[in-house]
């Protein structure tokens, strides 16, 4: 049997582009851009973005800002904003754009943990 030790029969490797990589550590530098959020978008681990942006970081190279893909046809992930606490009345409020469009979905805040379930199955 020929497999890396700790890896399922036929299962490789990802390998991710260079010009992929530097997107998604310069979306990760924008101020309140949450490294998460950035990397659940993009379908990547967040502990390997995380070690792409300290290398990147050690390299002392910032990636060109020509590197980024045009928003019009992918996901944009929009910066963490920390508000008011909610209360027992009020909701929670998604907003989605893709180019020209926007969703707004309202979950009720009482149902917190079923939002995060929905949230984390659409984003698959």
């Known amino acids: ?53 300290v290398a990147d970081k050690h390299n002392g190279a910032e990636p060109p800002s020509s590197r980024s893909a045009p928003p019009s046809e992918e996901f944009i992930a929009l910066p963490l904003v920390a508000g008011p606490r909610a209360t027992a009345d009020a909701d929670i409020r998604i907003e989605l754009r893709r180019g020209a469009a926007t969703v707004t979905i309202s979950w009720p805040a009482q149902a917190a943990g079923d939002c995060a379930a929905w949230l984390r199955d659409w984003l698959r």
């Open 1 to 53: 049997m020929n497999t890396k030790q700790g890896m399922a029969p036929g299962r490789r490797r990802r390998r991710h582009e260079a010009e992929f990589k530097a997107r998604l550590v310069q979306e990760c530098r924008r101020p309140g851009m949450s490294m998460a959020a950035v990397a659940l978008a993009n379908g990547v681990n967040a502990n390997l973005l995380r070690r792409w942006v």
